[in-house]
């Protein structure tokens, strides 16, 4: 069998985004994940849990910040925001009913390896909701700014 790649994942973000502050408001975020059978439920409910709060995080709040010196700004939690619970979706599972099909689910919620499909879906919607506006989201996170 030649070697193939599968996405497992997709990632739908649906945002609210007020025009006076700029701030973002998460309204809705889907994640439809194909782990196959899945050996330990509990377990995998905290791996897409934790990793989409993770992308969550890396898509609108997380970010190392330098002044002009090189000294770092955001090096406590008082200023480096990482998302809470009421900012952080719940997890459903809808299983598909293949007899066994074992796959990964590590690293899938919050889009494989490096964590890409979550923030960039967030980046989507908000530029979605700001099209009117002309304005492109080219970096993450997404602030107000």
């Not at 196959?36 to 709040?61: S, T």
């Not at 910040?65 to 997890?91: F, I, S």
Request: proline share 7%.
């Amino acid at each position: 069998m030649p070697t193939v790649t599968f996405a497992h994942a997709v990632h739908v973000a649906v945002v609210d985004v007020d025009p006076e502050t700029g701030a973002v408001k998460l309204i809705r975020y889907v994640v439809a994940h194909d782990c196959g059978r899945v050996v330990n439920p509990l377990l995998v409910d905290g791996q897409i849990h934790g990793g989409v709060a993770q992308g969550i995080g890396g898509g609108l709040y997380e970010a190392l910040r330098y002044d002009e010196a090189g000294q770092l700004l955001t090096g406590t939690l008082m200023e480096y925001h990482m998302p809470v619970a009421d900012e952080v979706p719940l997890h459903r599972d809808h299983p598909h009913g293949v007899a066994f099909l074992a796959q990964s689910a590590g690293r899938e919620g919050r889009g494989g390896r490096w964590g890409h499909l979550t923030p960039a879906a967030i980046a989507n919607a908000v530029e979605d909701a700001l099209q009117p506006f002309g304005i492109k989201i080219t970096t993450a996170p997404v602030t107000p700014r």
